[in-house]
């Protein structure tokens, strides 16, 4: 039995809660690649795997689930999971990190949950704890590469973030997208290989993001808040 228990009204609640917090707390939300969730052919459950550089990480990736009409659900750890129960409301799943075998367990239900429902998108944060977006290697646990094994037929998007102070008053939030991939049933990787393929492309993407700040080059980030 999945542990989902979303509830669309209270999501819609917090949507505009949400898109109001990041309308008063920066200047701009823009993306880079964000038409591959929106016009994607592929009607696979998608996973899509973040860098995490601060607290607004969720919120932030909540929204782009949202704007793009997802079934959108984000792993949460268990300890903010329970610390925050209205969360579950909104798409949250927990994910034990101190009991391997039960985080075993709930990527297997967070799995169950992305098969069980169209237009469904999940979002984890491989890295597992805050990092600096200049921070390199990238550090990758080894759950996003079971995630996608036990959800088997599947696609895949790297997204970066980052937070950046620029001309104005308040910061920019940019979000850039990655090459959107898929996987099949019993054609997957082991685990620990995906994991770093995933892992290289996620730091790649980061990288991209990082030359297209200090560059200046920010013409295909569209403006979506």
């Known amino acids: 039995m999945s542990r989902a228990v979303k509830s669309e009204l209270l999501s819609r609640l917090f949507a505009a809660y949400s898109r109001n917090l990041i309308r008063r707390k920066f200047n701009s939300l823009r993306a880079n690649g964000f038409s591959q969730l929106v016009n994607a052919t592929s009607r696979l459950p998608l996973i899509i795997y973040c860098n995490h550089s601060s607290w607004w990480d969720g919120i932030v990736v909540f929204q782009l689930m949202r704007l793009a009409k997802l079934d959108g659900f984000i792993l949460m750890e268990e300890r903010q999971y329970d610390h925050y129960p209205l969360f579950k409301k909104f798409g949250a799943l927990p994910i034990s990190r101190e009991n391997p075998r039960r985080g075993l367990s709930d990527l297997k239900s967070a799995a169950r949950v992305l098969c069980e429902r169209r237009s469904s ?57 990655g090459e959107r991939r898929s996987f099949r049933s019993g054609a997957v990787l082991p685990a620990k290989t995906l994991t770093e393929e995933l892992r290289r492309d996620l730091a790649k993407n980061l990288d991209n993001l990082n030359e297209s700040i200090a560059t200046g080059a920010l013409s295909e980030f569209e403006r979506l808040l």
């Not at 990092?131 to 646990?141: D, H, I, Q």
């Not at 790297?158 to 620029?166: A, E, N, W, Y």
Request: a positive charge; glycine letters at 10%; aromatic letters at 16%.
């Open 121 to 177: 998108a999940l979002a984890i944060f491989p890295q597992g704890e805050i990092f600096n977006t200049l921070s390199r290697p990238l550090k990758f646990e080894t759950g996003i590469g079971r995630l996608v094994k036990f959800t088997g037929d599947c696609d895949t998007i790297s997204l970066g973030m980052r937070f950046q102070f620029g001309s104005d008053f308040k910061p920019e939030v940019f979000a850039r997208f």
